[in-house]
């Protein structure tokens, strides 16, 4: 399988654990996002989302959306599991993950960041003030979800959940902003990268890592 990622991209970040997680072997084809290799045709052809991550099956089959590829992935290779087959917990899993995945990130990725700048004139301090606070906003209503005194969102081994947690952790850090408020969000971000397989898939780790400017 091929990956086609970007270190610093949360939703590759997602892919990239789950990957490690069930123990599968990918090739990372870096895509760099700030020179906006995105959109170019080669690219755009194999996802004409013009986003990452994709992920090429061996038979030359493309998976796009990350949510998607992980829902995937625990079908295909449902050990460890990562979504409850239970239908309760799966519910409250998914809850947890799409605050992530479609609360927050959707206001706080890169094309938007540009937008704010390239279309409205935002500054970098307004740019920052908008990413800190659709951040915490998501991550009150995530905490008060989280059960208390786990190791990770809903017990001792990471999920969805947790992957989706760890990477918009890492942005959090990212931009600043304080987490004094969220010691359960907090906790399970240090738990997930206490896992190698999480940990290899940190964007630091990647072939493509730079200094973010």
Avoid at 157 to 163: E, F, G, R, S, T
Avoid at 184 to 190: F, G, V
Avoid at 198 to 203: E, F, G, S, W
Wanted: hydrophobic share 45%.
């Amino acid at each position: 399988m091929k990956l086609f990622s970007y270190w610093q991209s949360t939703t590759s970040y997602r892919v990239r654990a789950a990957l490690n997680l069930k123990g599968l072997s990918y090739e990372t084809v870096p895509v760099d996002l700030v020179a906006g290799a995105q959109r170019n045709p080669a690219y755009t052809t194999l996802n004409p989302s013009a986003g990452v991550p994709a992920l090429v099956l061996d038979d030359g089959t493309v998976l796009t959306q990350s949510m998607a590829v992980l829902d995937y992935l625990d079908a295909t290779w449902p050990e460890p599991r990562l979504i409850p087959t239970d239908p309760l917990e799966r519910a409250q899993v998914l809850a947890v993950a799409h605050s992530v995945a479609l609360d927050i990130h959707p206001v706080n990725n890169l094309r938007v960041v540009h937008a704010l700048g390239a279309d409205f004139g935002a500054t970098p301090a307004q740019k920052k003030t908008w990413m800190q606070g659709w951040m915490t906003k998501g991550f009150v209503a995530i905490e008060a979800q989280l059960i208390p005194d786990m190791p990770f969102a809903f017990g001792d081994a990471p999920n969805i959940a947790d992957l989706c947690i760890v990477s918009q952790m890492y942005n959090a850090e990212r931009w600043d902003v304080p987490l004094d408020a969220f010691p359960k969000l907090t906790r399970i971000a240090a738990n997930c990268l206490a896992v190698p397989a999480i940990l290899a898939a940190h964007p630091d780790n990647q072939p493509d890592a730079k200094e973010f400017k």
